[in-house]
Each structure stands twice: as C-alpha cells, then as structure tokens.
C-alpha cells in the first residue's frame, strides 16, 4: 500500500515560496509556492493554474476554482466544502489527510493522483476521467460517477458507500481491497471491475435484481 510523502520529501521543497495574498486571482498562475494556514471563503479563481505548490490547512468554502489546472501538488489537510471544481484537471497530485464536501466535480480530469486518508462526501464526478487514480484508506459517501470513465483505479484500505455507478465506464478498477463496497445503482456497469469472491456474494442480490433474477428456495 502506498505512503504519503512527507513536505520535506517533495523534489521542489527548498524552492517553495510562502503565498501571503489575501486572494487567488482568476487564472492566476500559483509555481512553487506555499498556501498554508488560510481560508478562502466564496473564493472566484477559475482557470487558475497551480504547478509544483503545497496547500496546507487550507479551507476553500462556496467559491469556484473551475478549470483550473492542480499539476505536481501536494494538499495536506485541504477542506473544499461547497467549491465549484468542475472541469478541473490534476495532474501527479497527493492529497492527504484532507474532506472534500458538497463538491461539484463533473467533468474533471485526474491522471496520477493518490489520496490518502481522505474522505469524500456528496461529490458530483459526473463525466470525470480518472486515470491511475489510487484512494487509499478514505472514506467515499454519496460520489456520483455516473458517465465517468476510470482507468486502473483502486481503492486500498478504503470505504465506498452509497455510489453511483450508472453508465460508468471502468477498465483495471479494483475493489477488491475496500474494507466496503455499497453501491445505490449501476451494477450493470462494472463491467471491468475486479472484486472479491465474497464481495460478490453480498452483491449478488443487487446484481439479480439488476438482471431481473429472481432467486427462490425449491
């Protein structure tokens, strides 16, 4: 199972500078530099653009960073609650330790991103792509993936609850290390999932009812 590297661990450490505006500016362009310790409460940034930067104890509440661009960051006890992130794209992202809530995210792209004792609630990733994205021991409550497409996806250690799988489309997604798996519909899209023998079985029910089986005792 994977690990969160530490601040110190990241090749761009020493040439991070600290961040001290007030406010991120619409399709401002955020390299090598450090947020931490600040809230952004009905923040407007969209198009933004953050590259080799470090987010820490940062709290973004009912604001919008849509389109904008996360390549080579790292989030450390990051909160999103209520935050327009549709469109966004990440790229080689670690996000640790840090809730995502209320988030509209459809749309958005992720290719190499680890999140590590996260937890996710309420998100809309509706139409995202995510590629060799990797959750590991967090927490997924009420996600939509509903048209996503996801590509060696994997949940370690994680739990999934209340996911929506409609016309999703998945390739190398494994399940088979979630401590749990609850799924509200879709289960005729896991097509290209892996799981458990006995994963199956708690899902078995749901699957005959999907196929329209019914499963009587003689």
Known sequence: MPEPRALVDLPFASYLEDHDEEHLE???DYNVVRIADREFPAQTAGNARFSES???TVRFTDGSLRRSRFNDVWLHGVQVIGTDLAETGWLDAEIANSAFAGVAMFEAAMSRVTFFGCKLVSINLRGATL?????????LRDVDFTE????????????????????VKLKKVDLRDATEVGI???????????????????????????????????
């Open 26 to 28: 619409p399709g401002g």
């Open 54 to 56: 470090v987010l820490s």
């Open 131 to 139: 590629r060799d994205v990797t959750f590991v021991n967090s927490i």
């Open 148 to 167: 996503a497409e996801l590509t060696n996806v994997s949940f370690p250690g994680s739990t999934l609850e209340d996911i929506r799988f409609e016309q």
């Open 184 to 218: 509200r519909n879709g289960y005729a899209s896991l097509r290209g999932a892996t799981i458990t023998f006995t994963q199956a079985l708690d899902l078995a029910p749901m699957f005959a009812q999907t196929l329209g089986i019914t499963v009587k005792d003689n």
